[in-house]
């Protein structure tokens, strides 16, 4: 079908439409952005996911490592 979707997922790789990646990405159904300045999650602030969200989400994951990390609550408040 057309749009985006996450094919497979291995440590350090991410594969959309049978694709791998190895940067950060923001996918959504049309579009599929890399973002390879963003290596931790300490890097997305208000302004970037400011610019990154142009239209209402239905999910948001976030893909931090092997442990996990909650987005700062002054981003969180964004999303709702």
């Given at each position: 079908?057309?749009?985006?979707?996450?094919?497979?997922?291995?440590?350090?790789?991410?594969?959309?439409?049978?694709?791998d990646?190895?940067?950060?990405?923001?996918?959504?159904?049309?579009d599929?952005?890399?973002?390879p300045?963003?290596?931790?999650?300490?890097e997305?602030?208000?302004?970037?996911?400011?610019?990154?969200?142009?239209?209402?989400l239905?999910?948001?994951?976030?893909g931090?490592?092997?442990?996990?990390?909650?987005?700062?609550?002054?981003?969180?408040v964004?999303?709702?």
């Open positions: 079908g057309d749009g985006n979707t996450i094919t497979a997922y291995h440590p350090g790789v991410i594969q959309v439409n049978h694709t990646y190895n940067a950060s990405l923001f996918i959504t159904p049309t599929l952005v890399e973002l300045d963003i290596t931790l999650l300490a997305i602030d208000h302004t970037r996911l400011t610019e990154l969200i142009t239209q209402p239905q999910v948001l994951l976030i931090t490592g092997t442990a996990q990390q909650p987005l700062a609550p002054d981003l969180s964004m999303l709702y």
